[in-house]
C-alpha cells in the first residue's frame, strides 16, 4: 500500500521548470583573445548538443530581444538535475562573461479547476437532454474522462513542442491580486472555477497559433505562475494577451510581470545569433 501510494504521489508531481535569462558582459568578452572566444564559444555549443540528447532533459536556447542576450529554459523531473545545468552553463568561458539578468523557478502542475466528469455530465443533462442510464451519456462522459486524463497528464508532464512548429518564445511571470476590492483568494472555489473556465474558453481561440505551459511558482519564487507562450509570430503574442486582459479574470485579479521575448536557437547558431 505504501509503494502504491508512492509510486502515485510520483506519477501525479509536476516537474521542476528553471527559466535563466542572461546578459553578456561585452567588455569582459571583448577582453579575451580572439582564440579565447572562439573556444569559449565552441564549448557552449557543444554543452548545448549535450544538454539536447540527454535522456529527460528538454531545453529550449532563446535569443532574447532587448531585457537580455541569452534566455535558457530547461525541464526536468529532478531539481538536482536543474540546479546543476546553471552551473554548468557558469563554468564555461562564455558562463564567466554572463550575468543573470532574470531567472525563475517554477513546477508542472494540473489545474486545479480542470473540469471533472460531475460538471459534464450535468452538463449532458441540462444542456442536452441525455438520460444518465443511456449508452450515449456513458459514451460521452468515458470519451471526457479520458480527454482531461490526458490533458492532466500534459500538464503535469510537458513535452515542449519543437522550434520548427513555434520559433517564437514569450515567457511572463503572473500572480492573482489580494486587494481590499478585488481579492481573488477570498472568491469561493465554485466563483474562481467559472472565472478561469471563462479564461480558458479564450485562450483555446488561439489553438494552432499558440501553445502554452503553465507553471506554478507559489513558494518557489516572487510570483505565483509563469506563463511561457511559443509561436510563430509577435502578432500572436500581442493578440492573446491583449484579448485575455479583458477576460475579467484578468481584468479585475490579474497581475503581470516583465515579458521576455526570443528566437529559439540551435547550437550552430549560437555565434551568429550572440554575435560572439
Known amino acids: 500500500m505504501a509503494d502504491e501510494k508512492a509510486n502515485r504521489g510520483a506519477r501525479e508531481a509536476g516537474w521542476p521548470v528553471l527559466h535563466l535569462f542572461q546578459r553578456i558582459h561585452r567588455a569582459r568578452w571583448r577582453g579575451m583573445s580572439a582564440d579565447q572566444r572562439a573556444s569559449a564559444t565552441r564549448e557552449v555549443e557543444e554543452l548545448l548538443v549535450r544538454w539536447r540528447s540527454e535522456e529527460g532533459l528538454q531545453l529550449v536556447a532563446t535569443g532574447v530581444i532587448g531585457k537580455a542576450d541569452l534566455g535558457i529554459l530547461a525541464i526536468h523531473p529532478r531539481l538536482e538535475r536543474v540546479q546543476r545545468l546553471g552551473q554548468e552553463l557558469a563554468a564555461t568561458g562564455l558562463g564567466a562573461c554572463l550575468e543573470t539578468v532574470y531567472s525563475f523557478l517554477s513546477i ?31 459514451e460521452k462522459i468515458t470519451a471526457m474522462a479520458e480527454r482531461m486524463s490526458h490533458y492532466a497528464d500534459m500538464r503535469l508532464h510537458p513535452q515542449l513542442p519543437a522550434a520548427s512548429d513555434y520559433p517564437v518564445l514569450c515567457f511572463y511571470p503572473m500572480s492573482k491580486k489580494r486587494g481590499e476590492d478585488s481579492n481573488w483568494y477570498a ?15 479564450a485562450g483555446r481561440r488561439y489553438a494552432g497559433r499558440v501553445t502554452q505551459l503553465i507553471t506554478s511558482a507559489t513558494g518557489l519564487d516572487d510570483w505565483e505562475w509563469g506563463v511561457t507562450l511559443f509561436t510563430r509570430d509577435l502578432k500572436a503574442i500581442r493578440d492573446i494577451v491583449y484579448e485575455m486582459r479583458y477576460d475579467e479574470g484578468s481584468a479585475r485579479y490579474g497581475l503581470f510581470g516583465p515579458f521576455y521575448v526570443g528566437l529559439r536557437i540551435g547550437p550552430g547558431e549560437l555565434r551568429e545569433t550572440l554575435q560572439l
Open 108 to 138: 508542472s502542475e494540473k489545474s486545479e479547476y480542470i473540469s471533472s466528469t460531475g460538471d459534464h455530465a450535468r452538463k449532458l443533462i441540462d444542456d442536452e437532454g441525455l438520460d444518465p442510464t443511456s449508452p450515449e451519456f456513458q
Open 187 to 201: 472568491l469561493s472555489f465554485e466563483e474562481r472555477k467559472r472565472l478561469m473556465g471563462s479564461h480558458a474558453t
